[in-house]
């Protein structure tokens, strides 16, 4: 059974930084995609991130661009996300989400129809 667990997220300032995990079970690390997602009160699922553990290839949304970086620790079956300078505008449950393959994401591509598997999300707020 496919399992992403997130944790990490709480309440910080602005300006702050944050880490997040997302612990992935049941399926061959190697062989999927790990996205981070998020979506605030009333507004549609933003993509945030991605990342294909089995090579490090890396994709970011501009609203997140030189803010936030994602890693894999492929021993642990681990995916993670370092945000800093937070700004409230970052408020919101973040997602982990899979799928199989490695795909070269660029602005048009990247979209959560592709992930088949998620998580149940972590909340994180960041106050003014």
């Known amino acids: 059974e496919v399992q992403l667990v997130e944790s990490g997220g709480r309440l910080v300032q602005a300006g702050g930084s944050l880490r997040l995990s997302c612990e992935a079970s049941g399926f061959t690390f190697d062989d999927y995609d790990i996205g981070w997602f998020r979506q605030a009160p009333g507004k549609e699922r933003e993509g945030v991130s991605n990342i294909s553990p089995s090579d490090g290839s890396t994709y970011y949304a501009d609203s997140v661009k030189g803010r936030f970086t994602i890693s894999s620790d492929n021993a642990k079956n681990t995916v993670y996300l370092q945000m800093t300078s937070l700004k409230p505008e970052d408020t919101a449950v973040y997602y982990c989400?899979?799928?199989?393959?490695?795909?070269?994401?660029?602005?048009?591509?990247?979209?959560?129809?592709?992930?088949?598997?998620w998580g149940q999300g972590t909340q994180v707020t960041v106050s003014s």
């Open positions: 989400a899979a799928h199989s393959g490695s795909y070269y994401y660029t602005r048009d591509s990247f979209s959560f129809y592709d992930y088949d598997y």
